[in-house]
């Protein structure tokens, strides 16, 4: 079984910072793409960005500068560094985890259980 647990998030002031990370246990035999993503109220999930394992990044233009996502392959760990926040960056944020479960199991594409990152004016 392959499990991913979200920490970070909450309340922050327009233009400060704040920093998100998506730890995957269990069963792995390699992980992939590693993302996040967020929706606020009314709109559908978008990227904000993912990174591969051999560190590409890609990023939702509008984050671009502000955003910056990593990866610690030997924790098995996702970061998201948000900094200059908006408000418009409210939204439920979501990790997603591609890659491969050792046994049975097989390739597998979770999703964290999200956590709140409210940005007042």
């Known amino acids: 079984q392959v499990q991913l ?3 970070g998030g909450g309340l922050v002031q327009a ?3 704040l920093k998100l990370s998506c730890a995957v246990s269990g069963n792995i035999a390699s992980i992939n793409v590693m993302g996040w993503y967020r929706q606020a109220p009314g709109n559908q999930r978008e990227l904000v960005a ?3 394992s051999g560190g590409s990044t890609n990023y939702k233009d509008s984050v671009k500068g502000r955003i910056t996502i990593s990866r610690d392959n030997a924790k098995n760990t996702v970061y998201l560094q948000m900094s200059s926040l908006k408000p418009e960056d409210t939204a439920v944020y979501y990790c997603n985890v591609q890659g491969v479960a050792r046994g ?3 390739p597998f594409n979770l999703w964290g259980q999200g956590t709140q990152v409210t940005v007042s004016s």
Request: net charge neutral; glycine share 24%; proline share 0%.
């Open 5 to 7: 647990v979200n920490s």
């Open 15 to 17: 233009g400060g910072s």
């Open 50 to 52: 993912n990174i591969t």
């Open 104 to 106: 049975y199991l097989g």
